[in-house]
């Protein structure tokens, strides 16, 4: 039995004893997809836990399930309690919703999964993997599989150099001519696990500032406003970026500001159970910094 094959038996044996013991109500894993690849699944019956799958092709980050940001729960209605698998970025994800109280931590069992990294949609190796040096989920609850060695990068930020080494004009030029590309799908909104507000004040019809409209400023406010909302949140999944139909660059806007949350505060999202200090840190006066 190879490696992979015996994570998915471990996954599937995992699965059907949470829901035979009642611990959970529900498991949130993958199953193959109908063309092939992995898609997210979920899990009521024990008997249906053969359908779980362990691969490279299992990219999604599944705790973007865990907050519905259509339906908030009602008022005194008990929420479901729910196992999830996580890779070490998505785990990441845990922290920052536990950090803001968006999830209640008895309630989520959390299956961990030891990584060798993920494929992009060609197949080939995604670039995330290739400057990640977590092999194993930072909180869980049970880990499947064997961590293997992690290779430190030797250059975490080479990916920004592409942009960074442009003359300022020359990086407005780029934005923009991407920025104007963008459908306002809001593909990259609904998939991210840190964008859950009940309405998003991009999509008002009523904002002073912000429209709804598809001219290049409201495309432009949309994603820099986004990737602010995001700074010191962000746990560099790049879900946004693959979902994104008209492939913007969304990391490289992202991790521009990873950066400098590390540089300032030393921060990185999701290391531990923290608050971003980019917006909840106060200086000697008591004032935001």
Known sequence: MSPRDSLTQELREQARQLLEDGRVDCV???EAGPRGGARPAFIYNPAEADRLIWGPDCVHNLTT????????????????????????CDSRTLNVLLAERQIERE????????????????????????RCTDRTPV???VLLGEPPEAIPAEDDWA??????DMAPAERLAFWLREFDRCIR???CRQVCPGCYCTTCM????DGLWVDIGLELPGKHIFHLGRALHLAGRCVECDECERVCPMGLPLSLLNRCLVREMEALYGHRAGREETLTP?????????SPI
Not at 68 to 80: A, F, L, V, Y
């Open 202 to 205: 991009f999509e008002r019809d």
């Open 139 to 141: 909180v869980y609850d």
């Open 65 to 88: 399930y865990l907050h519905d940001k259509k339906k908030p729960r009602k008022r005194g209605k008990e929420p479901p309690r729910v196992a999830v698998v996580v890779k070490p």
């Open 278 to 286: 980019l917006l909840f840190e106060l200086d000697e006066k008591g």
């Open 185 to 187: 799908c809001y593909a």
């Open 159 to 164: 990916d920004l150099a592409c942009v960074e």
């Open 107 to 130: 309630r989520v069992y959390l299956i961990g999964v030891a990584c060798e990294g993920v494929v992009d949609k060609d197949g080939r190796p995604a670039a995330k993997c290739g």
């Open 28 to 30: 949130i894993g993958y």
